[in-house]
């Protein structure tokens, strides 16, 4: 059988080399809009996919040089008058496991012989299998690109730039889940709210929604006082949540459920709460009972309620 010629052996071990440098240069190109997990996950398919193909098709003309090689062995030796072994297929798996070691048979050990014998171990003149040394030159072809790509100066992407990538994702994911808990609310298991981030939120729907008729600070109008500490449904920020919740039908004020989110009611109840004690000017006189909370109630509770 001959020797595949050189030109392919070095095609065939620059050809993943070249397509390694694409796929990476690919991906840096493309680095932004591969923050987007389905993208990412699009894009890594994709490489995947013409990764195997290429493979596939390589792996197809090893074979199919191969076997042109032992036709045109055998078309010699028969030219040559010597004859020619038909029992033996044309490609078996000897035939390839030869290709891949290029190991020496067992008979002809002697011509490699390099006359070293320690303890009846002979030291042989054994080349080094191709897979191994093409896959070598290989990963030094994959090494001057991966540092071209991620270490050389003017490129921006780098494993700095991919943490930081990594971590606005992680931040989206996070406001999503606490968006998704905070939609979760009830009158159960709502709580009062402090920071000035929800309570300006708060303020917003209370001066769009309920200021027309419970006064801009809250002074009361056709509404009652949301500033002294009597009411008419109970004081904590479970018994907010479920007036604004449901609202007072009998009492025209309707159910907010249906235009509020959770958290928006959750929001407007606490800054409801906020403006206890404010003593705004023109305030109206207080209605219903004075509540004080009881002392097995949670923190968030113990703070004045709304109407």
């Not at 207080?286 to 109407?307: A, I």
Request: with cysteine.
């Amino acid at each position: 059988m001959k020797r595949i010629p050189s030109y392919i052996k070095v095609m065939l071990s620059l050809l993943p080399a070249g397509l390694a440098a694409a796929g990476l240069q690919a991906q840096t190109a493309d680095a932004p809009a591969a923050e987007n997990p389905e993208n990412q996950l699009i894009f890594l398919l994709l490489i995947s996919s013409i990764v195997i193909a290429l493979a596939c098709l390589l792996l197809t003309f090893a074979v199919l040089v191969l076997i042109r090689h032992q036709v045109a062995t055998t078309a010699e030796g028969a030219a040559e008058g010597q004859a020619v072994k038909t029992s033996e297929p044309l490609l078996s798996w000897s035939k390839i496991q030869a290709a891949l070691t290029r190991a020496v048979p067992v008979e002809r050990e002697a011509d490699i012989d390099m006359g070293h014998d320690y303890d009846g171990i002979r030291e042989l003149d054994n080349q080094l299998p191709p897979w191994w040394k093409y896959g070598f030159y290989i990963s030094i072809a994959f090494a001057a690109v991966y540092m071209y790509i991620y270490h050389w100066p003017g490129h921006d992407w780098s494993s700095i730039k991919e943490y930081e990538a990594e971590m606005a994702e992680a931040e989206i994911i996070k406001a999503k889940y606490q968006e998704k808990l905070a939609e979760g609310v009830n009158e159960n298991s709502v709580t009062l709210l402090t920071d000035p981030a929800s309570l300006e939120n708060g303020k917003k729907i209370f001066t769009s929604l309920c200021a027309a008729c419970h006064g801009m600070q809250g002074e009361g109008g056709i509404g009652p006082n949301l500033t002294d500490p009597y009411w008419l449904h109970g004081g904590s920020i479970k018994d907010v949540f479920s007036t604004i919740k449901y609202g007072v039908p009998e009492k025209g004020m309707i159910s907010w459920q249906s235009q509020l989110k959770p958290n928006q009611m959750q929001e407007v109840g606490s800054y409801i709460l906020s403006l206890q004690g404010t003593n705004p000017p023109n305030a109206k006189e207080p209605q219903g009972e004075l509540y004080e909370p009881n002392s097995d109630q949670t923190e968030e509770n113990e703070t004045v309620g709304t109407h």
